[in-house]
């Protein structure tokens, strides 16, 4: 099982002939990936050869959808493009957009979410590594040679952490890691996340990854205590920030004791949630519970 990614996963690209569209898709396909289409207007009708598989461009996200089923779609356009990527993929009535792409002016996020609710499609970004289900398919631009399918899942506000801990704990693998990005405004939330996770029968501990700034995390730690049975451990980002400094994450923004790593740390401990000092000591504070786990089931 998994979350939101499957190998029956039919993914498009927007902005595939693109160079960072082009260089992940490589990787994308060979992880896995059934990746049925580019979208491109200007070069509709064309196919590119990626080696073992040729994949055909088309016009717009609802020509590519009609023409192969398609129910994922990731977003690789600038950031100029990337509303009008997103709001088209929703009026195709896509399932799933993976939007890659940072410095999206916070005005156009906003647009894009509230329009791409109202059509039911389920945004992840932007600004974010996208997602992975371990053996079966990738979504974005995380290493698909890090870890291994199994039964931990991943939610990250961080990539690069999202891939330090997969690594991390490669030896026990994962069910999905979503990278749901660190931007002020984002689609898909630790809550909805830890909501998936709680329901798919083969996660059995989900690790969460904040940073300071906003208020996510000490939502997500409500949401535990109050909705979540299954272990949770997490990190949070910033322990070490300098008081009153501007950090360079979009979403970063401390005023006071609110939005501090310390804050978020309490919150989440007092809804049972044990939070690591460092990543590494995170993944330690994961085998520790996983072995436990796996001890009291065979008691």
Not at 15 to 27: A, D, I, N, Q
Not at 56 to 72: H, W
Not at 76 to 87: E, L, R, S
Not at 171 to 184: A, E, L
Request: charge should be negative; charged fraction near 20%.
């Amino acid at each position: 099982m998994a979350i939101f990614l499957t190998k029956e996963s039919k993914v498009l690209v927007q902005g595939m002939t693109g160079g960072e569209g082009m260089k992940h898709t490589r990787r994308m396909l060979a992880a896995g990936t059934d990746v049925v289409g580019g979208v491109n207007p200007r070069k509709a009708g064309q196919a590119v050869d990626f080696d073992d598989r040729v994949v055909p461009v088309f016009g717009s996200v609802r020509e590519g959808m009609a023409a192969t089923g398609a129910d994922v779609t990731i977003v690789f356009v600038p950031p100029a493009f990337a509303k009008a990527a997103v709001i088209e993929a929703a009026d195709a009535g896509i399932g799933l957009a993976v939007v890659i792409t940072e410095g999206i002016p916070v005005h156009d996020s906003v647009a894009f979410h509230a329009y791409a609710a109202t059509k039911g499609t389920r945004v992840i970004g932007p600004n974010c590594p996208g997602l992975i289900t371990p053996g079966q398919s990738n979504a974005g631009i995380i290493p698909a040679d890090i870890t291994k399918p199994g039964r931990i899942g991943l939610v990250s506000k961080s990539g690069t952490l999202t891939y330090q801990l997969m690594y991390e704990l490669r030896d026990i693998g994962f069910s999905t890691c979503v990278g749901i990005g660190g931007d002020p405004v984002v689609g898909t939330t630790h809550i909805d996340c830890l909501t998936a996770f709680q329901e798919d029968p083969d996660t059995e501990l989900v690790v969460l990854i904040g940073e300071i700034g906003g208020d996510a995390e000490e939502r997500a730690a409500a949401y535990v205590r109050d909705h979540v049975t299954k272990p949770v451990v997490a990190y949070i980002a910033g322990f070490t920030a300098p008081e009153g400094r501007t950090m360079g994450h979009a979403g970063a923004i401390v005023s006071g004791s609110s939005g501090t790593a310390q804050a978020k740390k309490m919150a989440l401990e007092a809804a049972g949630v044990r939070v690591g000092g460092t990543p590494t000591e995170t993944a330690r504070l994961v085998l520790t519970r996983w072995e436990s786990e796996r001890v009291a089931a065979q008691e």
